[in-house]
């Protein structure tokens, strides 16, 4: 990955797999509480792109290491999911290589945001899938460009000041093009001076809005809490 900034997923220990649950859930579980060690103690699953609430599709084997520490560092389980304690204070950023072709990422993990939701959830896909869902987005993918996956705890509109080549809304467990929902992908979004972006909403009390890194061949992954 390049400089600091790449895709990242939030975890729940400092090692080992979370606990089943359905994808989008966030559901009134506790939030992970602090540990010995850890600046941010952080949770999260890694799904395929099309994963759909009634036929799951984790992603298994996926690592994910601390870009501040690297010896912080773990496996997505069987399930999808991990756990992670990272060192930052504030926020951590996370990279996360998938196995096989699936994209990789970096996930931008915030301390307002682990503390309302219990399981950060990320998406990745295939080569494959990613030149389909590019032709659905109308445009061809950009291995020099940016690309963001912002994720709600229900749907709402996400925003960026960066300029993409287009927008596609997940609700319904099916892609669609739009910028309100569960998740919202920005796709081949221009880096611009500063290779960063600021990821947000118009949706009142918002939380975790913030400027994320845009790392080419990557996703960058936020999550945003809505109360």
Not at 158 to 164: G, K, R, S, W
Not at 187 to 212: E, F, P
Request: hydrophobic content about 40%; aromatic content about 8%.
């Amino acid at each position: 990955m390049v400089g600091k900034f790449a895709t990242i997923i939030l975890l729940v220990g400092c090692q080992g797999s979370a606990p089943p649950v359905k994808p989008h859930d966030a559901g009134p579980d506790s939030p992970p509480g602090p540990e010995a060690g850890c600046g941010l103690t952080t949770a999260g699953e890694l799904l395929d792109w099309d994963s759909t609430a009634a036929t799951a599709a984790p992603i298994a084997g996926a690592t994910l290491v601390d870009r501040d520490d690297p010896t912080r560092t773990t496996t997505t389980g069987a399930d999808g999911t991990y756990t992670l304690c990272i060192a930052a204070v504030n926020f951590g950023l996370i990279d996360v290589t998938p196995p096989a072709d699936d994209l990789p990422g970096v996930i931008f993990a915030k301390r307002d945001v682990v503390a309302k939701v219990p399981r950060l959830s990320a998406r990745t896909m295939t080569a494959a899938r990613r030149d389909t869902f590019f032709t659905q987005l109308g445009a061809t993918y950009d291995p020099a460009a940016g690309q963001v996956l912002v994720h709600f705890n229900g749907p709402h509109k996400a925003t960026i000041d960066h300029t993409p080549a287009g927008t596609q809304a997940y609700n319904a467990d099916a892609w669609a093009a739009g910028d309100t929902g569960d998740y919202v992908f920005f796709g081949n979004v221009a880096l611009g001076a500063t290779a960063n972006t600021v990821v947000g909403s118009d949706a009142a009390g918002v939380i975790g809005g913030a400027a994320i890194p845009l790392v080419p061949g990557s996703i960058s992954y936020v999550e945003l809490f809505v109360p």
